[in-house]
């Protein structure tokens, strides 16, 4: 089909507020009215979230529990109960069922569902959405904030807008609205990195991305650049996966310019390391990881890897791969990732033998 042309769909993104630590105040309602993280308080440990009276305080996901109680002394740190947690997911996940058999997983939390061809509710997946809402309040006793868009990227903006326990819906005739004053670091496939070189390039949204040509954007950006030009116009015509089971998970970066300075390379590391921590520890539950690789692509384009066997996300490894990369020659691409499988293959095997 022409890309140019949105495809006819009707999306939901859902994600679950504040989800560990919505999960432990459910449990513990003395807990209702004071700021909570789930995750490590240790002086290393980190949070895996908190409650949005915590979030006043500036305290967030990813945050040493050191910071987050100097930025908030009350804050009550409790541990993870990742059993707990996938309990509720399942539940959630049997609702979305309900409505369609096109659900896509990305963390316990959050789905989309592609509602296309749901007959009920007059077709109106807004009310879907709300229906959903509605029974996950009704059998976990949590709430949960829903976007409803023609495409996936528009639904998971949409789901964040009204949060927490709220609903955001962008028809199809409001979209060319809506993505105008669009902040371009809300595009899907937008990290720090990109956003970074697209501000000094002058451009803060999608209406100044949408002044670019697509020639520029490929320049710029390679084949993303397409996806830019594509998103800056509210286009996306990926579809919903119900089967996706991720192999991998990687971050990388183009750098402005093609550069062999070993610090230069290294500090990019050191970001890029940070970014890949934070994306795994959301799926950290459901993937193991099972080696840990490196991406370097040459100043004439050609790439390598380089990949060792690993159990866990080691900064050292990343760095000796990289050394084994590097030569004199310049390059323009760093990449890191982790190869996974997925948490339930050993239960499965498990079950098997039994
Ligand atoms: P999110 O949906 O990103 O966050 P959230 O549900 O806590 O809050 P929000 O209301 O903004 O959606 O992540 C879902 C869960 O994943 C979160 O409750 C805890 C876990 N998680 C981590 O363990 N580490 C992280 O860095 C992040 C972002 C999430
Ligand atoms: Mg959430």
């Not at 109960?81 to 996940?93: C, G, H, L, R, T």
């Not at 040509?213 to 993303?224: E, P, Q, V, Y």
């Not at 015509?237 to 991720?246: E, I, S, T, Y």
């Not at 539950?285 to 080696?291: A, D, N, Q, T, V």
Request: hydrophobic share 40%.
């Amino acid at each position: 089909m022409n890309d140019l042309i949105q495809r006819k769909q009707k999306i939901i993104h859902i994600d679950m507020d504040c989800f560990y630590a919505a999960v432990e105040i459910r449990d513990n309602p003395s807990l209702a009215n004071r700021p909570v993280a789930v995750g490590g308080a240790e002086a290393r440990g980190v949070l895996c979230t908190c409650n949005y009276i915590a979030r006043r305080y500036g305290v967030s996901s990813a945050m040493s529990g050191k910071i987050a109680l100097q930025k908030c002394p009350e804050l009550i740190i409790l541990p993870v109960n990742m059993a707990k947690y996938k309990e509720v997911s399942k539940s959630i996940q049997q609702i979305f069922h309900q409505f369609t058999p096109l659900v896509e997983p990305l963390s316990l939390d959050e789905a989309y569902l592609d509602v296309t061809d749901n007959q009920d509710f007059s077709n109106s997946a807004t009310l879907i959405a709300d229906e959903i809402r509605r029974q996950i309040w009704q059998k976990e006793n949590l709430t949960a904030s829903a976007g409803v868009a023609p495409n996936k990227f528009l639904a998971k903006i949409a789901s964040g807008w009204n949060k927490p326990n709220g609903l955001f819906v962008i028809p199809p005739e409001n979209v060319e609205r809506f993505v105008v004053d669009l902040e371009v670091n809300k595009l899907f496939g937008v990290g720090r990195v990109t956003a970074e070189k697209l501000h000094k390039m002058n451009i803060n949204t999608c209406n100044d991305l949408q002044k670019l040509a697509l020639s520029d954007l490929i320049h710029k950006f390679g084949k993303f650049g397409h996806t830019l030009y594509l998103q800056s116009r509210g286009i996306d015509n990926r579809l919903v996966n119900a089967n996706r089971v991720r192999k991998s998970l990687s971050v990388e970066t183009t750098f402005s310019k093609d550069t062999a300075n070993y610090q230069q390379i290294t500090a990019e590391l050191d970001n890029l390391y940070l970014d890949l921590v934070n994306r795994y520890n959301k799926i950290a539950s459901e993937y193991l990881i099972k080696g840990q690789y490196i991406k370097v692509k040459y100043k004439d384009f050609k790439s390598r890897t380089a990949e060792i066997t690993s159990h866990d996300l080691n900064k050292e490894n990343f760095i000796m791969l990289l050394t084994k990369l590097l030569n004199y020659s310049e390059i323009r691409l760093l990449g890191l990732g982790v190869k996974l499988s997925s948490n339930d293959d050993s239960a499965e095997s498990e079950l098997l033998f039994d």
